[in-house]
């Protein structure tokens, strides 16, 4: 069956705009998580969705947002774009909501700030 | 709260000798812990996963690794390195945080070459 699917895979945008990012879970899964990575910071969580609604937010400013449609697809925003946003930010989907384990990855978005 | 710390960024191996990446956590609450690996300009690919039972968890592509309660380890082992396991590797831990909410909690990662 098909994976994670994120897309873009390479996205380029100037400070000062906004980008949004879709990911598409594994049929079936109705949890998704996103999590952002950078060679200083390593991976970092920023939130799961489960069933439309935010169940869990790492520590990111309220520039990142997101949210889940009914059909379990998720779109990241970031708004008012900074250099050090810089970054790979993977998409993860599970059956569940906050499940211990079971995690899918997709291949990223790879977002650069110019 | 919960943490991880990979001892060693960098890991150079020659093909053919074992394979050793350290992982250690913290976790108030019993851990789920997990391997991820990293092939460039990919996502992440579990290797192997511990949640219950047997300390001995065994993964795709040989690598297995053990649950130490005592050491609060959980290192990554394989017999014999092969070039196609150049990749990086990561450490993960998830505990729940209250409310039956868990989160994946990654270390830095450790970058393994493999050396012909």
């Known amino acids: 069956k098909a994976g994670v699917t994120q897309t873009p895979r390479y996205l380029i945008k100037t400070r000062g705009q906004q980008v949004t990012l879709s990911c598409s879970p594994i049929?079936?899964?109705?949890?998704v998580s996103w999590y952002q990575q950078t060679p200083g910071q390593g991976l970092q969580f920023l939130f799961e969705y489960f069933s439309e609604t935010q169940r869990n937010k790492g520590n990111f400013p309220g520039r990142f947002s997101g949210r889940q449609f009914s059909n379990s697809r998720s779109e990241m925003n970031v708004s008012t774009l900074e250099l050090g946003d810089s970054a790979l930010y993977l998409c993860?989907?599970?059956?569940?909501?906050?499940?211990?384990?079971?995690?899918?990855f997709g291949s990223g978005t790879r977002l650069t700030v110019v | 709260a919960q943490s991880v710390t990979q001892l060693g960024s960098h890991v150079s191996v020659s093909e053919g000798a074992l394979v050793l990446l350290r992982c250690n956590y913290s976790s108030s609450v019993p851990p789920y812990l997990f391997w991820y690996v990293q092939y460039p300009n990919q996502g992440l690919q579990l290797l192997l996963k511990y949640t219950t039972g047997a300390t001995l968890v065994k993964g795709i592509n040989g690598f297995e690794a053990e649950f130490k309660k005592s050491e609060t380890s959980f290192h990554l082992t394989k017999p014999s390195a092969h070039m196609s396991d150049a990749a990086e590797y990561f450490c993960?831990?998830?505990?729940?945080?209250?409310?039956?909410?868990?989160?994946?909690?990654f270390g830095k990662g450790t970058l393994l070459t493999v050396n012909p």
């Open positions: 993860a989907s599970s059956l569940e909501a906050s499940t211990p384990g079971g995690y899918t």
């Open positions: 993960a831990v998830s505990a729940n945080s209250g409310g039956s909410n868990y989160k994946l909690t």
């Open positions: 049929s079936g899964h109705r949890s």
